[in-house]
C-alpha cells in the first residue's frame, strides 16, 4: 500500500533561534546580538511576521552578491576568525596594522578585499537580482520591488507579409502580493498569479481640494494612486 509524504519546509527563524545559531556558528558576541537582529530589521532584510522573522526578496540579491563575490570574506569559519583576530588585537596579542593589511591586501589565507574591489565593475547586477522559475517566469528584484518577467511565445523574426524584421516581444511584467512570502512563491503559484486577469482600476474617492476622482492603479513598477 502507498503512502503519502509530504516535506516540511524548516521552521522560520525568530530572534531567539537566529541568536542560537550565531552562537553555534561563533559569530558575533552577546553584546553584538541586539545589533545584528536590528540592523537586518531596519535595512529591509526581513520583516517581522508574529515572532518570526521573514527574508524580504532583497535579502536573496544580497545574499548572492556577497557568496558569488565576497564569498571568502563571509564564509562562517573566516567570520568567526575574524573575532578572535579582534580579541587578539584587543588583547595586544595582535598588531592591527598588521591585520588590517593582511585584511586588505590579502596572504595565504584568503585573498584580500582589494582585488573584489578592483572588480567591482565586472558584476552583472540584473543577474545577482534574477531568480528562474521555470523556463518562462524568471522573478526581478528591481528597484521598484519584486515581479515577475514572463517570456512570451516567440514571434516570427520577420513579418511575413512585409519582409521586414519584427521587433522582439517585450516580456510581461506581473506584480507580486506584497504580502506574498518568498517561502510561498512556487513555480505553481507563479503560474497562478500569471494566469490572473489584471487588477482593474478601483476608485478611492474624490480629492478634497481639487475635486478630481483618486484611483489606484496596478503599474510596471508597482501599484500607485493617480
Do not use: C
Given at each position: 500500500?502507498?503512502?503519502?509524504?509530504?516535506?516540511?519546509?524548516?521552521?522560520?527563524?525568530?530572534?531567539?533561534?537566529?541568536?542560537?545559531?550565531?552562537?553555534?556558528?561563533?559569530?558575533?558576541?552577546?553584546?553584538?546580538?541586539?545589533?545584528?537582529?536590528?540592523?537586518?530589521?531596519?535595512r529591509g532584510?526581513?520583516?517581522?511576521?508574529?515572532?518570526?522573522?521573514?527574508?524580504?526578496?532583497?535579502?536573496?540579491?544580497?545574499?548572492?552578491?556577497?557568496?558569488?563575490?565576497?564569498?571568502?570574506?563571509v564564509a562562517?569559519?573566516?567570520?568567526?576568525?575574524?573575532?578572535?583576530?579582534?580579541?587578539?588585537?584587543?588583547?595586544?596579542?595582535?598588531?592591527?596594522?598588521?591585520?588590517?593589511?593582511?585584511?586588505?591586501?590579502?596572504?595565504?589565507?584568503?585573498?584580500?578585499?582589494?582585488?573584489?574591489?578592483?572588480?567591482?565593475?565586472?558584476?552583472?547586477?540584473?543577474?545577482?537580482?534574477?531568480?528562474?522559475?521555470?523556463?518562462?517566469?524568471?522573478?526581478?528584484?528591481?528597484?521598484?520591488?519584486?515581479?515577475?518577467?514572463?517570456?512570451?511565445?516567440?514571434?516570427?523574426?520577420?513579418?511575413?507579409?512585409?519582409?521586414?524584421?519584427?521587433?522582439?516581444?517585450?516580456?510581461?511584467?506581473?506584480?507580486?502580493?506584497?504580502?506574498?512570502?518568498?517561502?510561498?512563491?512556487?513555480?505553481?503559484?507563479?503560474?497562478?498569479?500569471?494566469?490572473?486577469?489584471?487588477?482593474?482600476?478601483?476608485?478611492?474617492?474624490?480629492?478634497?481640494?481639487?475635486?478630481?476622482?483618486?484611483?489606484?492603479?496596478?503599474?510596471?513598477?508597482?501599484?500607485?494612486?493617480?
Amino acid at each position: 500500500m502507498a503512502h503519502g509524504h509530504e516535506t516540511s519546509p524548516p521552521p522560520r527563524y525568530t530572534e531567539a533561534s537566529l541568536v542560537k545559531a550565531l552562537e553555534e556558528l561563533g559569530i558575533g558576541r552577546p553584546s553584538t546580538y541586539a545589533s545584528i537582529l536590528s540592523t537586518i530589521v531596519d535595512r529591509g532584510y526581513v520583516s517581522n511576521r508574529g515572532n518570526a522573522l521573514v527574508p524580504n526578496w532583497i535579502a536573496f540579491s544580497v545574499v548572492r552578491l556577497l557568496e558569488d563575490f565576497f564569498g571568502d570574506l563571509v564564509a562562517y569559519d573566516f567570520t568567526a576568525e575574524m573575532e578572535n583576530d579582534l580579541d587578539r588585537i584587543a588583547d595586544g596579542e595582535r598588531d592591527r596594522v598588521d591585520w588590517l593589511r593582511e585584511f586588505y591586501f590579502g596572504d595565504t589565507g584568503h585573498p584580500g578585499l582589494r582585488g573584489v574591489v578592483d572588480n567591482l565593475g565586472d558584476i552583472d547586477a540584473r543577474s545577482i537580482n534574477s531568480i528562474r522559475l521555470s523556463d518562462d517566469i524568471t522573478l526581478r528584484i528591481g528597484r521598484y520591488g519584486p515581479y515577475l518577467e514572463v517570456a512570451e511565445p516567440a514571434a516570427p523574426a520577420v513579418d511575413a507579409g512585409s519582409g521586414e524584421p519584427k521587433e522582439a516581444s517585450t516580456p510581461r511584467r506581473v506584480n507580486l502580493p506584497p504580502d506574498l512570502a518568498p517561502d510561498e512563491l512556487t513555480e505553481a503559484k507563479a503560474r497562478e498569479l500569471v494566469a490572473a486577469p489584471p487588477q482593474e482600476d478601483r476608485v478611492l474617492g474624490v480629492h478634497p481640494e481639487t475635486g478630481r476622482t483618486l484611483v489606484a492603479k496596478d503599474g510596471r513598477f508597482g501599484p500607485y494612486v493617480t
